[in-house]
């Protein structure tokens, strides 16, 4: 009795290992690259990393179908290198000699993806299923693009500064600098505001405008 | 007509060293200096350029600070005083150098859209934007790369061809209105707020070089940049495309025939020494030329290093993949002997794997001049040093300051003119009739910020910029060499510096420097006319994309080329013959030929007690 139970058990484990193959059509292929993502801190890859796997796609396959009955040994792993790579297949709990459709464990996986990088310490690019591709990140888009806030410092204070200079030179004249309409300062005008070809001779510079002395 | 009485000063002789510089110094001095030295034999260049600028660039910029120092006039007063038919040279520096503005200041805005969108983490030309239902990047990005797709999609929004100009796009109208915001703030107060801007814009642009230096240096693949850019090939010297771009570099490097040397050196006292000056200027502007190279090509060096990397690390993972072989088991080291014992084993796998071939060579090979090489090659380069946003902001304020204050010699030969020739109303001041030169100068500048801008702005660059310069300063060296007379022209610099030209001087004005300048025009107008004009277009549709589509301009476009290269000069010949009919051959007009000393120049107690607005 034991030993026909046990031929049993055998035969249906055997029949189970002959499901993942890697010309099965239900099965993905997987691409952990440990070294590349984690350098120095790079673990080994070995029978518990590989229990950890199986685990972890259970809970993803529990997660998605809401199904408690995938367990460890619904997930076959075939195949495994030095790569570290290695194929994997779904046991249908309720019927170990069938296979869960590809698209199922498609959508189960990605639906859990995060989870499962996060369990190994690596990412999208790091840990491949090499037919599913990665869901793309969304930039991420601030309500106002940064540039326009950038622009808005630099138009402020360049207009900021041609307020201040018109101001300062419309109101400038009036402080009686004796400085021509005609803004081209600095000009030879002399000190009393006579242009020098109006005069007849040469400058003196003798001549000031301090009018501190001559206020009547 | 000309009041000297009422010229502006220079606060000090620094101010005015200082934007003559920064005249000379531009953005050329960064992108295309490196380029050229590169494609031309590296270290090799080193003689044709310093040959070119003894014999043509230093005598042209000592003739130009002369007169203007001379005659205390710009460039209209100057040539209408050396000789009533050669008025129609300084009508078209006016010419050439707004049109140039137009454009440079173009130039300006771009870097300031590259500075505004540096200040984001990650920088958006380091990655691709999704497509329009998120399922995948955008098309065009992923065919080019991300700092193409950022430079002709998301800056220039370019249309496929010079034909369809596409619509404003109101980014780049929004940075081009405040790159002229910032010309006008400087000008206001004229030279006075100049002296002050060129204090910053000068020297900024070298303490930038030489942090990019120091850190260049300390980057990988520095070395090989460095040792690609200056290992010579001497026999690149029998070339006579070599001389010619030596020539046109040089020339278009020192800003010469813009008129605005003239118009700042006029601000001068008489008695400077403009022989220094014109040496100091020229010399600086070539060390500037050459300590930027090195900055750039370490970068080039790096980005080449990297590349090279990243094809090596590509094709290490495809092997990988393919034979299983554990994780980081191949790399860099043993890339070449893996590779051989998998090539020998299993060939036929090997070859389907289509491996990239990968040589540092070739990366270095991939040069670029221009805004090729400022805003996709530089900006590729910046993504990958670490602290990318601050080399970033740098590097574009750098390129902001190269530009602004090669802005301002361009527009002072503009507005000096304008005032010369009595076109501004008295009443006018002055700061409301630079706002109004601002202005429609901005107008006009949209044409750029069209879909086809920078088709157009490459027609500004390469025809306006280049042949009428040359024409300019031929008539210009030939006028005061020939008309107002080399005799005359030594006197007077004899009455300003104490000493007359030496020998050197004398004999490449009389004879050296027109030859030469004739010479590399008419090689550089034969060049151009054998090459049929045509234009590299971005068009993603293009079967080779992403390499440029190379369409020829179609005639109408080809009508208005020939517009622009002849327009500007055309008044040399316009303005000679008007004189030649209304005043016969002596040219006399109401103005005498000779030009007279005003009383204040030769007392100079006058301009020195002059109220000079902000002095010190």
Not at chain 1, 73 to 82: G, K
Not at chain 2, 281 to 301: D, E, K, M, P, Q
Not at chain 2, 346 to 369: G, I, K
Not at chain 2, 514 to 522: A, H, N, S
């Amino acid at each position: 009795m034991l030993g026909a139970l046990l031929v049993l058990l055998g035969t249906t484990a055997c029949l189970a290992q002959d499901l993942c193959t890697d010309e099965t059509s239900e099965g993905f292929k997987v691409r952990l690259s440990i070294k590349t993502a984690l350098g120095q801190q790079a673990y080994v890859w070995n029978e518990s990393e590989m229990f950890l796997f199986r685990a972890t796609l259970a809970f993803a396959m529990r997660q998605h179908f809401k199904n408690n009955e995938y367990n460890v040994s619904s997930i076959l792993v075939c195949n495994e290198t030095q790569r570290v790579s290695f194929h994997f297949v779904v046991l249908d709990p309720s019927d170990s000699t069938q296979l869960i459709q590809k698209t199922a464990v498609e959508a189960a996986v990605r639906k859990s993806r995060h989870r499962i990088n996060s369990a190994f310490l690596l990412s999208d690019g790091t840990l491949e299923f090499l037919q599913i591709p990665p869901t793309l990140a969304t930039p991420y888009s601030p309500a106002t693009p940064p540039w326009l806030i950038a622009f808005g410092v630099v138009i402020g204070a360049v207009c900021a500064g041609i307020i201040v200079m018109l101001v300062s030179s419309l109101l400038g004249p009036k402080k009686g600098k004796g400085e021509d309409d005609d803004e081209e300062e600095g000009g030879g005008v002399g000190r009393n505001g006579i242009a020098c070809d109006a005069l007849d001779g040469a400058c003196n510079g003798g001549f000031s405008d301090d009018d501190r002395l001559t206020q009547m | 007509m000309a009041k000297p009485q009422e010229r502006p000063e220079w606060a000090n002789k620094a101010q005015y060293l200082l934007t003559c510089i920064g005249f000379a110094v531009g953005v050329g001095n960064v992108w295309r200096f490196p380029y050229l030295c590169q494609i031309h034999g590296g270290g090799a260049f080193l003689i044709p350029y310093l040959i070119a600028l003894v014999f043509e660039g230093l005598p042209l910029l000592y003739l130009e600070l002369a007169i203007g120092q001379r005659l205390r006039m710009g460039s209209i007063g100057v040539w209408n005083s050396i000789s009533p038919f050669l008025g129609g040279v300084g009508i078209s520096s006016m010419l050439v150098s707004f049109l140039v503005s137009l454009f440079y200041n173009t130039i300006v805005a771009w870097v300031l859209w590259y500075f505004f969108n540096s200040f984001q983490d990650p920088l958006p030309w380091s990655q691709c934007p999704l497509n329009q239902n998120l399922t995948a990047y955008n098309q065009e990005c992923v065919d080019s790369t991300p700092s193409n797709y950022f430079w002709y999609r998301q800056t220039l929004n370019i249309t496929p061809n010079v034909e369809t100009s596409g619509s404003l796009q109101w980014w780049m109208v929004i940075c081009l209105a405040t790159a002229w915001f910032v010309v006008y703030v400087c000008f206001i107060r004229g030279i006075e707020t100049i002296g002050k801007a060129v204090y910053v814009t000068v020297t900024l642009p070298y303490v930038v070089l030489t942090i990019f230096l120091v850190r260049a240096l300390t980057l990988p693949g520095a070395a090989d940049g460095l040792k690609y850019l200056f290992t010579p090939e001497w026999e690149i010297l029998m070339n006579p495309q070599v001389w010619l771009d030596a020539a046109t570099q040089i020339f278009f490097s020192l800003s010469v025939a813009f008129g605005g040397l003239i118009v700042f050196s006029s601000y001068n006292p008489s008695d400077n020494d403009c022989e220094k000056d014109a040496v100091v200027v020229g010399l600086v502007n070539s060390a500037t030329s050459l300590y930027a190279s090195v900055s750039v090509f370490s970068i080039l060096g790096f980005k080449a290093k990297n590349n090279y990397v990243s094809c090596l690390q590509s094709n290490i993972l495809a092997l990988t993949d393919r034979f299983e072989i554990g994780d980081q088991n191949m790399t860099l080291d043993n890339y070449e002997q893996m590779l051989g014992y998998l090539n020998s084993t299993w060939p036929e796998e090997v070859a389907q794997l289509n491996l990239r071939p990968c040589d540092l060579q070739t990366f270095l090979d991939q040069s670029a001049s221009g805004t090729g090489l400022a805003f996709i090659v530089f900006t590729e380069a910046v993504i990958e040093m670490p602290g990318s946003q601050v080399w970033a902001v740098l590097f574009f304020v750098m390129l902001f300051s190269l530009g602004l204050s090669t802005m301002f010699g361009n527009l002072e030969g503009v507005l000096n003119p304008l005032m010369e020739l009595n076109l501004v109303p008295k009443w006018m001041p002055r700061w409301l009739f630079t706002g109004i030169v601002c202005l429609v100068a901005f107008l006009m500048s949209l044409i750029f910020t069209l879909g086809s801008g920078n088709y157009w702005l490459e027609i500004f660059n390469g025809y306006v910029g280049s042949v009428p310069f040359l024409i300019i300063s031929f008539f210009e060296i030939v006028g005061v060499v020939y008309v107002y007379g080399l005799k005359r022209f030594s006197e007077d610099i004899h009455a300003m510096t104490g000493r007359r030209p030496n020998i050197f001087w004398r004999a490449c004005w009389l004879v050296i420097s027109p030859l030469y300048l004739l010479i590399v025009f008419v090689a550089y107008v034969s060049v151009q006319a054998d090459k049929h004009p045509n234009y590299p277009a971005w068009d993603p549709s293009h079967v080779d994309f992403p390499q440029t589509n190379v369409t020829p301009y179609p005639d109408w476009v080809f009508a208005i080329i020939v517009l622009l290269s002849g327009l500007p000069v055309a008044p040399i010949p316009l303005v000679a013959l008007y004189t030649l009919i209304c005043c016969g051959l002596k040219g006399r007009r109401s103005l005498p030929s000779e030009p007279q000393p005003s009383p204040c120049v030769a007392d100079n107690d006058c301009e020195r007690d002059a109220v000079v607005v902000g002095a010190g």
